[in-house]
């Protein structure tokens, strides 16, 4: 299931995040729920976001006008990070890829991540029109 995939490389880029080490495998996560093409995707994703982090970022910063970088709470940024890779470098529709993000953030994070990750998602959307 690809939102299963997508939390696999959610947690992924959020122990990235907080430990600056990524582990390799997904060993510790339910691979009854993994197909091969999901642990590929779950592997592009948290590889492409740890390779790409800085050019991530700046996006981040630059829709995020309120809030520096270094206080965006780190689940939200993982979140955040992750769709914009998705976005910019695979096929999937943005909506899909919004609503996955506000799905982590509901999952994971505070009620009031829910609508900071989907305003920041809009936003770079939005630009690309």
Do not use: W
């Not at 299931?1 to 939390?7: G, I």
């Not at 909506?95 to 998602?121: H, Q, R, W």
């Amino acid at each position: 299931m690809r939102s299963y995939a997508r939390e696999v490389a959610f947690c992924k880029i959020y122990t990235y995040l907080i430990t600056n080490q990524c582990e390799e495998g997904f060993d510790q996560f339910d691979m009854d729920k993994l197909t091969e093409e999901d642990l590929d995707v779950a592997k592009k994703l948290g590889d492409g976001v740890i390779a790409t982090k800085e050019e991530l970022d700046k996006i981040v910063a630059q829709f995020s006008q309120s809030f520096k970088l270094s206080r965006i709470y780190r689940l939200d940024l993982a979140a955040l990070e992750m769709a914009l890779y998705e976005m910019i470098n695979m096929d999937t529709p943005h909506p899909v890829v919004i609503n996955e993000a506000v799905s982590l953030a509901k999952k994971f994070s505070t009620e009031k991540s829910v609508s900071y990750v989907n305003g920041i998602l809009g936003a770079y959307e939005r630009s690309l029109l």
